[in-house]
């Protein structure tokens, strides 16, 4: 069965440092993979998603990065957190047959001080 | 892309049906509607999904008109732990440069004991 990773689970950071967020999903090759925050109250914002490795499209422009130096791997990245940045950050997969079934990550629960 | 609409909150009883509705007058031809569920700092669960009339599982039921402008999702017998955030969703249900999940703000049920 598939399963799907993310760490850490909660993260306190102040402005300014760096943040490295991973998602891992095993039991599958090549899937979809995806990137969401979502902020308190609020609905989920796509923010990348990638159908190969090397290959990432963004979908809001922000001081946000991702990357997908593995099949199974996706990362988000940014080199100076914002206040703005804090949120609930969620990882998902799927694979094109079935699309509208994504899997969800159990999320990392960002802070920003 | 669709876009639907749902209310915002709606309050239940354990043990009652609920009925959450959706509006998505401008539904393509070959989209489907596709029903999230979400609990505190968890990742959205794909419920149930449809194209046309009836569709019932293990969890819910979900009921499309004929014209497809609307969609109902169908909880019987809620308890205290159907509380949640339900969203609802339409699209293709393949893959594509094109085709993402939007999430919006979902209906919040709290169902009281």
Same mark, same amino acid.
């Given at each position: 069965?598939?399963?799907?990773?993310?760490?850490?689970?909660?993260?306190?950071?102040?402005?300014?440092?760096?943040?490295?967020?991973?998602?891992?999903?095993?039991?599958?090759?090549?899937?979809?993979?995806?990137?969401?925050?979502?902020?308190?109250? =609020?609905?989920?914002?796509? %923010?990348?998603?990638?159908? /190969?490795?090397?290959?990432?499209?963004?979908?809001?422009?922000?001081?946000?990065?991702?990357?997908?130096?593995?099949?199974?791997?996706?990362?988000?990245?940014?080199?100076?957190? %914002? %206040?703005?940045?804090?949120?609930?950050?969620?990882?998902?997969?799927?694979?094109?047959?079935?699309?509208?079934?994504?899997?969800? /990550?159990? /999320?990392? =629960?960002?802070?920003?001080? | 892309?669709?876009?639907?609409?749902?209310?915002?909150?709606?309050?239940?009883?354990?043990?009652?049906?609920?009925?959450?509705?959706?509006?998505?007058?401008?539904?393509?031809?070959?989209? #489907?509607?596709?029903? #999230? &569920? &979400?609990?505190? $700092?968890?990742?959205?669960?794909?419920?149930?999904?449809? #194209?046309?009339?009836?569709?019932?599982?293990?969890?819910?039921?979900?009921?499309?008109?004929?014209?497809?402008? $609307?969609?109902?999702?169908?909880?019987?017998?809620?308890?205290?732990?159907?509380?949640?955030?339900?969203?609802?969703?339409?699209?293709?249900?393949?893959?594509?440069?094109?085709?993402?999940?939007?999430?919006?703000?979902?209906?919040?049920?709290?169902?009281?004991?």
């Amino acid at each position: 069965s598939q399963t799907i990773h993310q760490w850490p689970a909660t993260l306190v950071q102040p402005v300014g440092s760096p943040l490295s967020l991973e998602c891992t999903v095993e039991g599958t090759s090549n899937p979809n993979l995806y990137w969401y925050r979502q902020a308190a109250g =609020r609905g989920l914002q796509l %923010l990348f998603y990638s159908v /190969g490795i090397g290959q990432i499209s963004s979908e809001v422009p922000q001081n946000l990065s991702a990357s997908r130096p593995q099949d199974r791997q996706f990362i988000l990245s940014s080199k100076k957190l %914002l %206040l703005s940045d804090s949120g609930f950050y969620l990882c998902a997969w799927n694979m094109d047959r079935g699309f509208y079934e994504q899997y969800f /990550g159990p /999320g990392t =629960r960002l802070t920003v001080t | 892309l669709a876009k639907t609409t749902q209310p915002i909150s709606m309050d239940s009883y354990e043990g009652q049906e609920v009925n959450i509705t959706c509006s998505h007058n401008n539904i393509a031809t070959n989209d #489907y509607i596709t029903w #999230y &569920q &979400q609990f505190p $700092s968890q990742g959205p669960r794909f419920i149930i999904q449809g #194209y046309k009339t009836k569709v019932t599982n293990e969890v819910a039921s979900l009921f499309i008109p004929a014209d497809r402008k $609307s969609s109902t999702l169908s909880l019987p017998r809620v308890s205290l732990s159907d509380t949640a955030v339900y969203y609802c969703l339409v699209g293709l249900p393949y893959g594509g440069a094109t085709n993402k999940l939007i999430f919006g703000t979902g209906t919040l049920l709290a169902v009281q004991p």
